[in-house]
C-alpha cells in the first residue's frame, strides 16, 4: 500500500507523515517513508540524520556525465538506480528516503520525474510506502503520485488550506487519478471552533478521515526541535493519528 499526504505548505503534513510512520512502525512491517518535500522537515520529524539526498546523486551523475567519467555503453539509469538505492537510510523501524532538491538551477521536474520511477522500482520491496509531498498541487499535476492508493489531504482551519484541499481533489478528478481512497484530515483544530471548521471542511467535497487537535506539546516539541516521533503514545495527537490510520487500514 502507498500512502500520500499533501496539503498546502504549513499545515501539518510532516506532523501526520512522521506519526504515521511512528505507528506503523510498531506493526513489523516493512516500512518506506520518502520526503518528496524540497522544503525537506521529515527526517527531523523522524529523528534521523540525512547526508545524502536523491537530488544530491542526480547532480553527482551529471557532473560524471560531463567530465566523462560513465564508460561508453553504460546505462546512467541503472547506475542512478543504483546510487539511489545506497542512499536509503536503513533504521530498525523503517527507511528513508530523501528527494532533497538539485543543486543547479531549474524546476524541480527532473526530481519529481525520477520520484515516479523510483516508486515503480521500490513498491514491490515493501509493504508500506509513506510518502511526504511537496506542498500544493504539483505532485497531482505533474502525476508524481498517480500511482498512490490512499491520499490524505491535510488542512488547518485557514481558508487557504481549505481552498488547497479542494483544489486537490478537484484537480485529481480532472486529470482523472484514480486513487482508492481520497480522505481529509483537519489538524491544529481548537475544540471551541471544531462544529464550524467541520462545515467548512465539508465544502471541500472530501470525505474528513479524522480531527487532530490543537496541541501545546507538539507546538513545544516544534520549538525545541525535538523529533515528533518521540511524543509520548499517550499524546492525543498520536492518539488521533493512531485512530486515522486504523480507518485506513480497515478499508
Not at 506519526?19 to 516493512?30: A, F, M, P, V, Y
Not at 527531523?44 to 540524520?49: H, I, P, R, T, Y
Request: with cysteine; net charge negative; charged share 30%.
Amino acid at each position: 500500500m502507498i500512502i500520500a499526504i499533501s496539503g498546502k505548505g504549513g499545515v501539518g503534513k510532516t506532523l501526520v507523515s512522521s506519526l504515521l510512520i511512528k505507528e506503523l512502525s510498531k506493526t513489523g512491517k516493512d516500512i518506506l517513508a520518502i520526503d518528496a518535500d524540497p522544503d525537506s522537515n521529515l527526517p527531523e520529524a523522524l529523528g534521523v540524520d540525512v547526508d545524502r539526498t536523491v537530488g544530491d546523486v542526480r547532480e553527482e551523475l551529471k557532473k560524471d556525465t560531463a567530465q566523462g567519467k560513465i564508460p561508453t555503453g553504460m546505462n546512467k539509469w541503472d547506475i542512478l538506480d543504483y546510487k539511489i538505492m545506497a542512499s536509503v537510510i536503513e533504521t530498525p523501524e523503517f527507511d528513508l528516503l530523501v528527494m532533497g532538491r538539485p543543486e543547479g538551477s531549474g524546476c524541480y521536474c527532473a526530481v519529481n520525474n525520477m520520484l515516479r520511477k523510483i516508486i515503480e522500482n521500490l513498491s514491490e520491496n515493501y509493504d508500506l510506502i509513506i510518502i511526504d509531498t511537496e506542498a500544493g498541487l504539483e505532485h497531482l499535476s505533474r502525476r508524481t503520485t498517480q500511482n498512490v492508493d490512499v491520499m490524505l489531504v491535510v488542512t488547518d482551519n485557514s481558508k487557504r488550506g481549505m481552498l488547497t484541499a479542494h483544489r486537490i481533489g478537484d484537480l485529481a478528478g480532472e486529470l482523472d487519478i484514480k486513487f482508492q481512497d481520497l480522505y481529509l484530515i483537519l489538524n491544529r483544530v481548537r475544540p471551541k471552533i471544531e462544529e464550524e471548521v467541520v462545515k467548512k471542511a465539508q465544502e471541500t467535497g472530501l470525505e474528513i478521515l479524522g480531527i487532530v487537535h490543537e496541541d501545546e506539546e507538539v507546538t513545544e516539541y516544534d520549538l525545541e526541535g525535538k523529533p515528533l516521533v518521540e511524543l509520548p503514545d499517550d499524546s492525543n495527537t498520536v492518539k488521533a493519528v493512531s485512530g486515522i490510520l486504523s480507518r485506513i487500514l480497515r478499508e
